[in-house]
């Protein structure tokens, strides 16, 4: 579970957690340096979570690549990255291990998403698995293949992980998780949605937190999308030009007519890219050769990872 500064989120999810059915899952909170009670209160009101503590805010990827490698040392078989903004109901978690035990090609599930506050689809599922709607609504056993699912609940299989490699830092967040999956479709692997494992996703819950972070997640949703774009494996790289610059058009074009104070901001991400344009081929030819990436960034080296309590520092 991936937090910082989500003390008031932490109480949901871990109960939901601790009431399923599933008695084989170990908890960890990923714990991005926060400067709230998140630490402390989870060691003593959830004291069977263990706590990774990075030593400043890492974002989702890296923060994530540290973490899988410890449950993995741990000798978990799956790993699930989870927002803390997310309630899992009642065997959601059985019946994502049932469904994603069914076929060994399965290399990455996810939930099917319900709104926070109501018994109907969620906005992710209405826009990428509308076709699995009847499927949800008759809690089918039955994994349905997709192009990507949700970062906000997801889980891996540990060869997966192991064939495709980490999430790439190069994204920070927003659109890693996409990136993830289509790696490992490129790489054989089957991602699914199981509809009879059911959870919610307040969604937006640390960008709602202050104005500077929905400019921060604005941002990086634009110029990760771009990039998604851009180091498509399935195609060729010059194809993928034209499909980033198409996006690019058609975005400055509803600026232009909607919100003329968006095409600045549309002409400075796009900069950005052109000024990461090495970068960015070199991750396509990465994803294209099947080779991973680097799990932290380069410039980083490598964070101390505490693990309390009673754990070795990695």
């Keep these: 579970m991936l937090n910082h500064n989500g003390w008031n989120w932490l109480p949901t999810i871990y109960q939901s957690i601790r009431e399923q ?18 630490v402390q209160w989870t060691q003593k009101a959830y004291p069977e979570v263990t706590i990774l503590r990075m030593p400043s805010n890492l974002g ?11 449950a993995f040392a741990d000798q978990c078989d ?27 090609r399965i290399g990455v599930a996810g939930p099917a998403f319900l709104s926070w506050e109501k018994d109907e ?23 349905i293949d997709g192009e990507w699912v949700e970062g906000s609940f997801l889980m891996v299989r540990r060869g ?47 960008s709602e937190a202050k104005r500077a972070n929905q400019n921060t997640a604005n941002h990086l949703q634009t110029r990760n999308f771009y990039i998604y774009k851009l180091v498509n494996p399935f195609q060729g790289f010059l194809r993928n030009c ?7 058009l058609v975005n400055m074009k509803a600026a232009f007519l909607a919100e003329p104070k968006r095409i600045h901001f549309h002409l400075r991400v796009f900069g950005g890219l052109l000024r990461d344009f ?17 799990p932290l960034r380069e410039d980083m080296g490598s964070p101390i990872l505490d693990i309390l309590p009673g754990r070795i520092q990695v």
């Design 242 to 248: 034209t499909d980033a610059m198409h996006l690019f």
């Design 160 to 206: 997966c992980y192991e064939s495709v490699g980490p999430l790439d830092p190069f994204l920070f967040f927003y659109w890693e998780e996409a990136d993830f999956c289509r790696r490992a479709r490129f790489q054989g692997w089957r991602v699914v949605l199981i509809p009879s494992a059911l959870a919610r996703h307040y969604a937006g819950g640390w």
């Design 78 to 104: 799956w790993v699930i990255w989870a927002n803390n903004d997310v309630k899992l109901e009642a065997g959601c978690l059985s019946a994502m291990v049932e469904a994603a035990q069914s076929d060994v």
């Design 60 to 70: 989702y990827c890296m923060a994530y690549n540290l973490a899988m490698k410890q």
């Design 278 to 294: 090495r970068t960015v081929y070199a991750k396509w030819s990465r994803d294209r050769a099947g080779m991973h990436p680097n």
């Design 21 to 38: 059915s599933y008695l084989h899952a170990k908890m960890y909170l990923v714990d991005n340096a926060s400067t709230d009670s998140s």
């Design 121 to 143: 689809p969620n906005y992710y599922i209405l826009g990428n698995y509308p076709h699995a709607i009847p499927a949800i609504e008759n809690r089918s056993k039955d994994p």
